[in-house]
């Protein structure tokens, strides 16, 4: 991000009050944490001082205390006094890319921001876009309306990298490929996209790309959308596509989010794994979990696992809001 814009150098006073334009000044981008933090420190504003906490939007690092985790606990006994029935349990599971055709019909592009922050965590992924880096394959997972692809493609500067994006939403891929970069970025073969289930259990590689030949995969919000008995067949086709020595960059829901915790009665399809109201699933991990299907499974060497903590302060109405994602690099 840029730094916010200088002052001009003639003072207001000096200017006559008529060549003023009657315009509202425009505020100063946010800071940025791009040059300022290293990867996965996930930001450095800490709450020292419990009175402080309304003071600002958000803190970082901010770990539950054993109450907080005890009136967690109850509410997700809760959850499970009070499960989906099982026709509802087979429906959502029996097709899970039908709910997701529908969220996309419904949020367009509009859902999800792009994601700003990749360049810090993860800057692995920009490194792959610098004019001599030589020829690269990225393929984000999960790609939804390209929010990841398009801001990565967007500071590229090497001619040889290849961005894939695949989705086992028909209606997301349309959206990657109605985007108003995509023909241009697919005319100069830099991005790529197409329809691809990643738990296939015939373990079929997406269109267009050969086994072991892919240098970074980005899996964001993908695995927590599949069923528990997929999570193996995922992580194994995915690594039918990975280089010697290539990347995953993996960032999911962690245990004990305020998107968890918020769940009521008849959302529980199985411990942990949620159906939300349009019918979409999510699962939230624990570090544990994570190292088991990445490492233990599948043969991933881990790089770095990490959880991400943050206090999120409504002001206003002086209410405290958890989150908490997990965030890895791993590596073949």
């Given amino acids: 991000m ?34 300022r933090d290293s990867p996965f420190d996930f930001g450095q504003r800490y709450l ?21 985790i005890n009136q967690i606990k109850e509410k997700i006994l ?23 055709d529908i969220f996309y019909k419904h949020n367009h592009e509009n859902f999800f921001k792009d994601r700003k922050w990749l360049e ?19 393929l984000e997972i999960g790609c939804g309306a390209g929010n990841t692809m398009f801001p990565v493609l967007s500071k590229n500067e090497n001619p040889l990298l290849k961005m894939y994006g695949c989705d086992f939403s028909k209606v997301a891929v349309d959206l990657v490929k109605q985007n108003a970069d995509y023909a241009r970025l697919n005319g100069s073969g830099n991005c790529y996209s197409s329809v691809w289930d990643l738990a296939n259990e015939e373990g079929t590689l ?30 194994i086709n995915m690594r039918k596509l990975m ?17 968890q915790v918020r769940f009521k ?18 699962y939230f991990f624990t570090e544990e979990e994570i190292r088991r299907i990445f490492v233990e499974e599948c043969g991933f060497v881990e790089e770095r696992i990490a959880m991400d903590r943050r206090l999120l302060v409504n002001r206003k109405k ?11 690099v791993f590596r073949t």
């Fill in 2 to 35: 840029s730094e916010p814009a200088k002052e001009a150098s003639v003072p207001l006073a000096s200017v006559p009050a008529a060549s003023v334009p009657p315009t509202s000044v425009p505020k100063p981008p946010l800071p940025s944490r791009l040059g």
């Fill in 48 to 68: 020292t001082d419990e009175k402080k906490v309304f003071q600002h939007n958000a803190w970082d690092n901010v770990a539950l205390d054993e109450d907080q």
């Fill in 78 to 100: 809760f959850q499970r006094e009070h499960p989906v029935t099982d026709f509802d349990k087979n429906r959502f599971n029996s097709k899970p890319e039908k709910y997701w």
């Fill in 120 to 138: 810090i965590e993860f800057p692995g992924l920009y490194e792959a876009t610098k004019k001599d880096s030589g020829p690269k394959t990225v």
């Fill in 206 to 235: 997406p269109e267009g790309i050969e086994p072991h030949s892919v240098d970074i995969s980005v899996l964001i919000f993908v695995l927590s959308a599949l069923s528990p008995k997929q999570w193996k067949s995922a992580v």
């Fill in 243 to 259: 280089k010697p020595g290539g990347q995953v960059v993996f960032r999911d829901y962690g245990r004990y989010d305020l998107a």
């Fill in 265 to 282: 009665k008849e959302r529980l399809l199985e411990d942990n794994f949620y159906i939300r109201g349009d019918g979409t699933r999510v």
């Fill in 318 to 328: 002086e209410l405290k809001m958890y989150r908490c994602w997990l965030q890895g």
